[in-house]
């Protein structure tokens, strides 16, 4: 099913002429759940991935509260998705036999069971060029792989907890059939869904982070006298997007470009991926595509708000940057 995003409810650059040069495209990715192959661009999904290339890992050392293993998340979403599906007013959610179930999971292990050395990464995403007209390769590539090591202290700054991988599809031809997991997982809510995307390019406008202060001053002053949110309105489109404005930050303001400088080579970075905890919000929904069922009708779990399952530290976005000087660089990553 095609998503379209509805038109913006107001010309913002009626109002502020000097944003029109400002406007950049994005391609919102849409993701739903579903059964991607790994010939198809996903999120969650299997990876194109060389038989004869060694998966990526981290050998980096990570904390966790208690630790699941992927099959254990894969169960615990198995489980509540058909208590959702058959649930009735005034009836359990789950059965006797399921809360045990779920119970267990919530329990999980302990943090002692991780074991050292390398851990194989999960896969994020993987994006065909054909598909996602805001995505610049490399040289020779059409294809980008992510991937990361599902723990809450590894997804933020640069290191091989975060890696990316360019390819030229067309050149692997024996394809990895049994792909590493790591043994525990720090955090199920780092486990995307497999999910399709559905592509869309948009157009959008930097957050207020991104403006002069005069003209941001002057935003604000207008969102009170119009009734319209600036950053939930007409900015930055919410939701998974390659390319476009970076998210807005809510944690620090970007005072000093270098701190999103690639650290291998101190090139500038430019948003790639966006990865959020929602599609849309209470403050973003005017950006709900057109073709998802209104929320009363959709199902309650896990639903068009959160198809892929991922929650970014209790409900804020990843932003991934690219090295504008090489984009093999590892990306450099910030919880905004």
């Known amino acids: 099913m095609t998503r379209i995003t509805p038109p913006r409810p107001f010309d913002v650059t009626s109002a502020f002429p000097e944003l029109a040069g ?7 990715l849409h993701p739903r759940a579903g059964s991607p192959t790994v010939h198809e661009s996903s999120v969650g999904g299997p990876l194109l991935w060389p038989a004869s290339e060694a998966w990526a890992t981290c050998s980096q050392e990570h904390y966790a509260r208690r630790l699941n293993t992927p099959e254990e998340v894969r169960t615990l979403r198995r489980t509540l998705t058909k208590a959702w599906r058959r649930q009735k007013p005034g009836e359990a959610l789950l059965t006797q036999e399921e809360r045990a179930v779920v119970e267990r999971i919530h329990t999980g292990h302990a943090p002692r069971l991780l074991p050292t050395g390398s851990h194989p990464l999960i896969p994020v995403a993987q994006l065909y060029a054909r598909d996602v007209p805001d995505m610049t390769c490399p040289q020779d590539t059409d294809l980008l792989q992510v991937l990361w090591c599902p723990f809450d202290d590894a997804i ?13 599809a067309a050149d692997v031809t024996d394809i ?35 403006l002069e202060e005069e003209v941001w001053r002057r935003l604000y002053r207008w969102e009170d006298e119009v009734g319209l949110s600036y950053r939930g309105d007409l900015s930055g489109a919410p939701g998974w997007k390659v390319g476009g404005w970076a998210a807005p930050f809510t944690f620090w303001e970007p005072d000093e470009e270098d701190e999103r400088r690639c650290p291998t080579c101190q090139a500038p970075t430019s948003p790639l991926l966006t990865v959020p905890s929602d599609e849309w919000d209470g403050e973003s929904g ?10 009363a009708d959709a199902p309650p779990y896990p639903g068009n708000r959160n198809p ?11 932003q991934f940057y690219g090295c504008t000087g090489d984009p ?4 450099v990553t910030v919880i905004q």
Do not use: F, K
């Open 22 to 28: 400002m406007s950049r495209t994005a391609t919102r």
């Open 286 to 295: 005017s950006w709900r595509p057109v073709g998802d069922e209104d929320e």
């Open 308 to 318: 892929t399952q991922v929650t970014v530290s209790r409900g804020y976005t990843l």
């Open 156 to 168: 933020e700054g640069c290191s091989e907890a975060v890696q990316v991988r360019w390819r030229r």
């Open 328 to 331: 093999r660089h590892l990306p």
């Open 176 to 210: 990895l059939v049994a792909v590493p997991e790591p043994a525990y997982i720090g955090n199920d809510d780092l486990i995307p869904t497999p999910c399709v995307v559905h592509p869309e390019q948009v157009s959008e406008y930097p957050s207020a982070d991104e």
